[in-house]
């Protein structure tokens, strides 16, 4: 039963990941994403500087980035030596959907973590004196059609586990490395 | 149940059903005492098949419980079994054919999804992590989702001192008090940044305490042991990757000086586990590390290389964390220093993994263990605000290793090479790398004690062995700055050129005590090598390394990860240990001679209740099954999960089957009296070719055996009668025993002991 369920949820991620990376491909290429940039130490009496210019991968040299060339004419070259460009590429959109994709995973799980600590506590007492503790039985048998009661079941066999799984680490402390 | 043993002899591809039965075992007794193959004779024919497979499976039965070992010789025969009946229907139909190929693939498939799905969380730990640590200093106004390197990607500053600075990044003190510089804004930024740290420790304790315990620590000693075989419930199971990769870049951005590394091999063992679930019919054979594996992981590898490359979060292109590139050759002398920082590693290693085992030890056994909550926060709460003021220990661990290791450049970005500028005036300043070194190994040492948030320990100890490095080179580059004209330097050190790297120095020595610390001594060099991309520098890399394993060695034989396996006390065979014993099987085996007779069970006069009660007296995981007490001859092997599974189908769904039926494990049932009730058959659970060894087996062949097959039990016999059982835990037990008190052997080799054992056996004996 429990694979199946997670087979499910996987199935259900795989959508979600090409949807994901969809978005991320057809806002195409920035065109801030690209730069070339030029690190030009101190040469001489002119201190060193840093230039960066939106070009094309071939044009990233000294001679086309570093626009108002500080050294006169016949020190160029000697001075484009020193200099050492790099032309990157980056993707601002992956990083967008990254940050705001795991901002909004850790809210979610925020949010269920306070439900869980402070909110279902009140339910279940409300809940323990009209209902005698039943929930074991039916977690197993788990003949319960309507999608909630399914969900439920699920919730209360995962409870069971992370209990389980929280004995072992904490109390008995096997798992602590 | 009676038809389906007509399937057994139907079957082209089981020619002959080996079993007890049809060889007529009851004749065994009148060829005298010296047929010792009674055993054998009945598994050689047997082993193209270990279990009867042609009845309805059970469901259930063939599973494993919780903190059990894995029998993986039973699941290789099973999943070859499988192969071949996909196989030899293949020709049948087109249906058949598309599921053996659809067989044949999922493999890969599994790999391939695994490689994608790794490739894209390490992406996304990668940027989410840079972003969240650089949040603790400031914020891009411009685009919210940039780090501090990302959001002054256009930006004109154009001098050294003002590159950091751009006006669409903020630091709190701009945004909170509107001014950047004076001492108020310092302590504002100081306050901001204990305080996100703190923010970040807390988020990540809880999470992990509330949904994943199993997502704490590094995840390697585990891995390593369920690699092994050993099932852990739930460990690589969906919440835990979703938590181990949220806390992760919690942990890391927290500030806390630990390492992504690490933990990524649990995120990505997490995946590949998930995506087998996709394919049911992938057994976890695919754990268990034949040649095939091997091509399938460095598939994966290439799957999940290619999607990082192809997500390129930061615009550099470099797929490995530290590129770099050295251009000046290495001088022979320069191997003085560098064994001195393998010694150093070593020493390193040594002393860590002593300070660590204590640290967990004593988590373990005192009341401190208690507050893993309060621990980890008072942790961060003391690493945030010592780091603060220090340059190096404010940023990300890996981003200081980087800095380490690159060479001075033209753009003398880091502090490290400030003395460089200010040679000519003979003035240097040691501290400057001083400074990081004291924080770096006093904060490291600290944390990596503390594992409630997922943690790793590749990088915070490779960044003690790189300051350790960068000191010893600064030292170098000094020494031959300043004797210059002394004999060894003069012969190689042209006055003016720097023959010195630094930068080598932090790289041999990051590799010296990450060595020290794992104990692997192969593969790091070919990291380290690859991370440097040349073959030059091959020769200082395997001196460091080489020297700090022999140093460390001397102190202790195990890695880091193989000691937390023994104090986890998880039954994990070390293949590298040698066993040098002259025990035998039989002073290894239970039962002892102060231990009551093994719990066995008969072939075929057993009745269901009898069955459960030897079921619920002992805790025994599995029973051998014997023709009869009196001649206690083997016939195979039961788990004890299987035999409850399979009693408590059978009370449930056939008829008949009370509390005095008999219960046989042969092939046809025994001659009952006619008023009894319908006999269980349980021939389906039993293993019929159990592994045997005889009671003179020495120990090191036992040992062995069970390290590279990966056995989970074996039988001992004695002129093919049951005498005891081994399992994988009296071995490590045994082990265990012989470290402590190497020189006692556990019943001495007299023959006399001999006989004394053999008559304490409760079958009447016709040996000698």
Redesign the interface.
Known sequence: MSWKESRLSVLALIPVIILLEAVVYAESKNFEDVRCKCICPPYRNFTGHIYSRNVSQKDCTCLHVVVPMPVPGHDVEAYCLLCECKYEERSSNTIKVTIILYLSVVGALVLYMLFLLLVEPLFRKRDSYTQPLHNEEEAEADRSNTMLERVEGAQQRWKKQVQEQRKTVFDRHKMLS | MEEEDDDVSADPYLPYDGGGDTIPLQTFPNRGSNYVMSNGGGVASSSTHLLDFLEEPIPGVGTYD?FHTIDWVREKCKDRERHRKINSKKKDSAWELSRSLYDAWSGWLVVTLTGLASG?LA??ID??AD?LNDLKEGVCLS????NHE?CC????????AE?DKCPQWKSWAELILGQAEGPGSYIMNYFMYIYWALSFAF?AV??V??????A????I??IKTILSGFII??YL???TL??KT?TL??AVASGLSLGKEGPLVHVACCCGN??S??F?NLEEVSYYFPLKTLWRSFFAALVAAFVLRS???????RLVLFYVEYHTPWYLFELLPFILLGVFGGLWGAFFIRANIAW?RR??STRF?KY?VLEVILVAAITAVVAFPNPYTRQNTSELIKELFTDC????SSQLCQYRSQMNGSKAFNETPNRPAGAGVYTAMWQLGL??VPSGLFIPSMAIGAIAGRIVGIAMEQLAYYYHDWFLFKEWCEVGADCITPGLYAMVGAAACLGGVTRMTVSLVVIVFELTGGLEYIVPLMAAVMTSKWVGDAFGREGIYES?IR???YPFLDAKEEFTHTTLAREVMRPRPSDPPLAVLTQDDLSVAELQAVISETSYNGFPVVVSKESQRLVGFALRRDITIAVENARRKQEGIVLTSRVYFTQHAPTLPADSPRPLKLRSILDMSPFTVTDHTPMEIVVDIFRKMGLRQCLVTHNGTLLGIITKKNILEHLEELKRHPELPVISHAPSSFTRLSLRLRPPRRLA
Request: charged residues 15%; aromatic residues 16%.
């Open positions: 919780d894209a992406g996304l940027i989410a972003w685009a919210m989702w940039f990302q990607w256009t930006s004109n500053e154009t001098t050294f590159r988020l809880c999470l305490k509330v949904f994943a315990p199993y704490c620590g590094s995840g000693p585990e419930r739930g199971g969906k919440w979703l938590i949220i870049v919690l998930i995506f679930y996709l049911p997500i390129n979060p930061f615009g550099n292109s967990c988590r373990k263990g893993p450049g033209p753009l003398e594992a409630l937390h104090l986890n006390g």
